[in-house]
T-cell receptor, first 113, second 114 residues
Framework: DQQVKQNSPSLSVQEGRISILNCDYT??????FLWYKKYPAEGPTFLIS?????DKNEDGRFTVFLNKSAKHLSLHIVPSQPGDSAVYFC????????????FGTGTRLKVLA | EPEVTQTPSHQVTQMGQEVILRCVPI?????FYWYRQILGQKVEFLVS????????KSEIFDDQFSVERPDGSNFTLKIRSTKLEDSAMYFC????????????FGPGTRLLVL
C-alpha cells in the first residue's frame, strides 16, 4: 500500500534553520492530512493538520502546505530546534467515508546544535 | 491535558497464547482505533470502532483479532492465538468525531511473541 510516501528517510538541519519535510500521495479522494512526530518507543504525537479546502495551515513554528494538483504536502519547521529531532510521519484520510489514517514511512529529522 | 493511556507497556508471550491489550481513550471521544507498527515499517490501521461496533477493519484484522469496549472507559484488543508475525507496537487512538478529526494516540504496547 503505497498511497502515502515520504521519499526522504532522513534529514539533517542546523539549529535555527528551516526544516522541510515532504510527503506525496496518490489517492485524490484523500481530504484530510496530518503530521505526527514520533520518538522511539512512544506513540505518534499530533503536530498539525490541514483539510483539502485549504492550502496552508500555520501553528507557531509549524506550517503545513498542501498542493492538491501535485498531490504533495510539506511541513516547514522554522526555526528548527534540537528538540525537534524525531521521526515525522504524514498521514491522510477521507477515502470513501472511512476515517482510518494511511501513514507514510516517516522521515527521521536530526537538528544539529 | 487529556491523553490516551495503554497497558501494559510491554508484553511478552508464547506463540499460540492469547493476549489482551488495553486502552483508555480520551473520555469524551466517540471513535476508537487500533494501529500497529512492525519494527522498521509504517504505522498501519487495524480497526475502527464506533457506537459499540466495528466500523471498519483492515485485511490484517482477521478472525484472530477482536475488539471490545467492556465498560464506559476501556477499549481492548484481543489476539486469540498469537503468531510470531504479531510482534509489533500496538497503538490505540481516539477521536471526538470521525471525519476531519484528529486522532490522538496512546504510547503503545510493545508485543513480543516468542
Amino acid at each position: 500500500d503505497q498511497q502515502v510516501k515520504q521519499n526522504s528517510p532522513s534529514l539533517s538541519v542546523q539549529e535555527g534553520r528551516i526544516s522541510i519535510l515532504n510527503c506525496d500521495y496518490t489517492n485524490s479522494m484523500f481530504d484530510y492530512f496530518l503530521w505526527y512526530k514520533k520518538y522511539p518507543a512512544e506513540g505518534p504525537t499530533f503536530l498539525i493538520s490541514i483539510s483539502s479546502i485549504k492550502d496552508k495551515n500555520e501553528d507557531g513554528r509549524f506550517t503545513v502546505f498542501l498542493n492538491k494538483s501535485a498531490k504533495h504536502l510539506s511541513l516547514h519547521i522554522v526555526p528548527s530546534q534540537p528538540g525537534d529531532s524525531a521521526v515525522y510521519f504524514c498521514a491522510a484520510s477521507g477515502t470513501s467515508g472511512t476515517y482510518k489514517y494511511i501513514f507514510g514511512t516517516g522521515t527521521r529529522l536530526k537538528v544539529l546544535a | 491535558e487529556p491523553e490516551v493511556t495503554q497497558t501494559p507497556s510491554h508484553q511478552v508471550t508464547q506463540m499460540g497464547q492469547e493476549v489482551i491489550l488495553r486502552c483508555v481513550p480520551i473520555s469524551n471521544h466517540l471513535y476508537f482505533y487500533w494501529y500497529r507498527q512492525i519494527l522498521g515499517q509504517k504505522v498501519e490501521f487495524l480497526v475502527s470502532f464506533y457506537n459499540n461496533e466495528i466500523s471498519e477493519k483492515s485485511e490484517i484484522f482477521d478472525d484472530q483479532f477482536s475488539v471490545e469496549r467492556p465498560d464506559g472507559s476501556n477499549f481492548t484488543l484481543k489476539i486469540r492465538s498469537t503468531k510470531l508475525e504479531d510482534s509489533a507496537m500496538y497503538f490505540c487512538a481516539s477521536s471526538d468525531r470521525g471525519r476531519w478529526e484528529t486522532q490522538y494516540f496512546g504510547p503503545g504496547t510493545r508485543l513480543l511473541v516468542l
